[in-house]
């Protein structure tokens, strides 16, 4: 499961935020698609990225992905409630720092796979009063089943921010507590600050699991 989100989910997840600032006003579905499309037309156009170097594309998107992600909470809910209640104030900013480094490095490793996928987004509803979203899409290729990928959104004072992504019905934030859960457990929180910092922290393609 975890090779799917790091190759086809991260890849375009964690690029989801690079957008103009009228689109923080937009409908969570409207500027999900729009994000998207922006997304999906750096991938295809950029000229170092079809030479085999992701970065270029990765430094492009990095400064503008922070704002628009609630890597808080996505930390908090990935690390679990008692174990990020028991972490300092300092140790919950460190952890979110390597998390979010976490995420670029899946995301710079699944650039390199991208294969003209498409998304397609089906209907969306929400009621006017609604502070949590999910809108629903298909990352559609040739030859190749439809990989369903969800993205969880919350109302914020200045917008609408992705704090979860399901892909093929699994949680990321789900799909990596465990690992987090046995960092902590032979390590303590230090441990998993250590292993985030370092890199070392298993992310799916490295270890063969599904």
Not at 46 to 55: A, H
Not at 57 to 74: D, L, Q
Not at 184 to 200: H, K, P
Request: net charge neutral.
């Amino acid at each position: 499961m975890k090779k799917i989100f790091a190759c086809l989910a991260m890849g375009l997840a964690a690029l989801l935020i690079s957008f103009s600032a009228q689109a923080q006003a937009a409908a969570p579905d409207e500027l999900v698609q729009q994000l998207s499309d922006e997304v999906l037309d750096i991938i295809r156009t950029d000229p170092k990225l079809r030479g085999g170097d992701p970065q270029s594309v990765v430094t492009r998107v990095e400064a503008v992905v922070k704002p628009h992600f609630n890597f808080r909470r996505m930390t908090s809910l990935a690390v679990g409630r008692e174990s990020w209640r028991s972490a300092t104030p300092d140790q919950q900013q460190r952890l979110v720092d390597g998390f979010y480094g976490l995420l670029v490095r899946i995301y710079s490793n699944a650039l390199t796979q991208y294969k003209d996928q498409t998304v397609h987004f089906k209907p969306f509803r929400m009621s006017s009063g609604d502070t949590t979203v999910r809108v629903q899409s298909e990352i559609r290729q040739s030859g190749a089943q439809p990989i369903a990928v969800d993205y969880v959104l919350e109302r914020s004072g200045d917008g609408w921010k992705i704090f979860d992504i399901f892909v093929a019905g699994v949680s990321l934030v789900t799909n990596y507590r465990g690992d987090f859960a046995e960092q902590i457990r032979t390590g303590g929180i230090e441990g998993l600050i250590r292993s985030l910092e370092a890199g070392t922290v298993v992310t799916g393609e490295a270890d063969g699991r599904s």
